[in-house]
């Protein structure tokens, strides 16, 4: 009869509280591990708590796969109307010339790929420049666009006035969204694998 007066229910019933409020404080302060770990490293926590389930929102989200892109299969009907960029680096091994970065320039039709190592990355704009001036001279054709990441070697004054000079259109992707850079994304990997 004793185990059963208000007194101790209020006692049972405030320990469990203050052992859920520990478990979910341990739970944020060491970075959201599993319960079942938590468990396993503070056994005395859960002894009284085993009917209990424990679910964390910010785990469940940040455990969930972002939705799948589409894959797109649209090609520009043209050569050169659309290019793709991608600066990568820098490399752990360093060139005999000193060139630790690349970048590359793919075009969107043909895939054909263009690749320029570069000893510091601010050299981007420069090597854009003479590609603009060798695919017009050599191929007798205009570049409509651009489509880069949002790159501070991309996304400067001196590449706006270029564009703006020349009438190029530069697409950037959002932020966070590699995929919408993707082709160049996938010739970058393809590139790094076979080197």
């Given at each position: 009869?004793?185990?059963?007066?208000?007194?101790?229910?209020?006692?049972?019933?405030?320990?469990?509280?203050?052992?859920?409020?520990?478990?979910?404080?341990?739970?944020?302060r060491?970075?959201?591990?599993?319960?079942?770990?938590?468990?396993?490293?503070?056994?005395?926590?859960?002894?009284?708590?085993?009917?209990?389930?424990?679910?964390?929102?910010?785990?469940i989200?940040?455990?969930?796969?972002?939705?799948?892109?589409?894959?797109?299969?649209?090609?520009?009907?043209?050569?050169?109307?659309?290019?793709?960029?991608?600066?990568?680096?820098?490399?752990?091994?360093?060139?005999?010339?000193?060139?630790?970065?690349?970048?590359?320039f793919?075009?969107?039709?043909?895939?054909?790929?263009?690749?320029?190592?570069?000893?510091?990355?601010?050299?981007?704009?420069?090597?854009?420049?003479?590609?603009?001036?060798?695919?017009?001279?050599?191929?007798?054709?205009?570049?409509?666009?651009?489509?880069?990441?949002?790159?501070?070697?991309?996304?400067?004054a001196?590449?706006q006035?270029?564009?703006?000079?020349?009438?190029?259109?530069?697409?950037?992707?959002?932020?966070?969204?590699?995929?919408?850079?993707?082709?160049?994304?996938?010739?970058?990997?393809?590139?790094?694998e076979?080197?």
């Open positions: 009869m004793d185990d059963f007066s208000s007194g101790k229910a209020n006692q049972i019933r405030h320990t469990t509280t203050d052992k859920e409020r520990q478990i979910w404080l341990l739970h944020n060491l970075g959201h591990p599993s319960f079942g770990y938590l468990q396993h490293l503070f056994p005395a926590l859960f002894s009284t708590l085993q009917h209990l389930s424990f679910k964390c929102e910010t785990c989200v940040a455990k969930s796969h972002r939705v799948p892109y589409p894959v797109s299969h649209t090609k520009k009907d043209m050569p050169f109307s659309l290019f793709h960029s991608y600066v990568w680096g820098p490399s752990p091994v360093i060139t005999p010339s000193g060139n630790k970065w690349f970048v590359i793919v075009d969107d039709c043909t895939r054909m790929t263009w690749l320029y190592l570069l000893k510091r990355k601010d050299e981007v704009f420069e090597v854009f420049q003479s590609f603009h001036v060798m695919i017009q001279t050599q191929f007798s054709a205009n570049i409509k666009a651009l489509r880069t990441d949002n790159g501070g070697e991309y996304v400067n001196k590449f006035a270029y564009f703006q000079h020349h009438g190029l259109i530069h697409e950037t992707s959002c932020s966070q969204t590699p995929q919408q850079n993707g082709i160049a994304e996938r010739k970058n990997r393809h590139i790094l076979t080197a």
